[in-house]
């Protein structure tokens, strides 16, 4: 076995780790090899550029959510598409509320499923007219969450199927 000394938070100190030699090993793994040998990136190529020019390459890289200015270099050079992606945030408090619209219906969803549950293992008829009557009463606040819902879509509709 290895022995590595580690800094203690003691002044004067030292502690000592052993690590088994397999532990050793996994953590100095190398990298999986490609199956195609034309994907390996062998050649560097560096260039300079403007500063004009690498805040383009920057704003490419963020909006295409690429890991770096190199990747984006290279699908420019390939003649590979990039594709970017715009946030509209005018649409942060429309999305907001068909998120919300949706957390609840799936929480009254829930609620129903849990009152269908107790209405099949009543056996008083009481107690399962209680059940149906509480279903029934969930599926009104549905209709008033589907009629929010359609309006906030048809809404949307008439923004973005705009002629």
């Not at 390459?57 to 770096?68: C, I, R």
């Not at 942060?92 to 209405?119: S, W």
């Not at 279903?135 to 589907?146: E, F, L, N, P, Q």
Request: with cysteine; charged share 30%; proline share 4%.
């Amino acid at each position: 076995m290895r022995k590595k000394s580690l800094p203690s938070l003691r002044p004067g100190h030292h502690s000592e780790l052993v690590l088994p030699e397999a532990s050793i090993k996994a953590i100095a793994m190398p990298r999986k090899k490609l199956k195609d040998p034309e994907e390996l990136l062998s050649h560097n190529v560096i260039i300079r550029v403007t500063e004009t020019m690498f805040k383009k390459l920057e704003q490419l890289k963020q909006k295409s959510y690429s890991p770096s200015v190199a990747e984006v270099c290279r699908k420019l050079l390939g003649n590979q598409k990039i594709k970017l992606y715009e946030q509209d945030v005018s649409m942060n408090p429309v999305m907001e509320e068909l998120a919300g619209i949706r957390r609840e219906l799936k929480a009254i969803g829930v609620n129903i499923n849990q009152v269908t549950r107790k209405f099949n293992g009543a056996k008083d008829e009481n107690k399962r007219s209680y059940y149906a009557l509480q279903t029934a009463d969930m599926y009104r606040k549905i209709d008033g969450k589907v009629d929010r819902l359609l309006a906030v879509v048809s809404k949307l509709a008439k923004k973005w199927l705009q002629e």
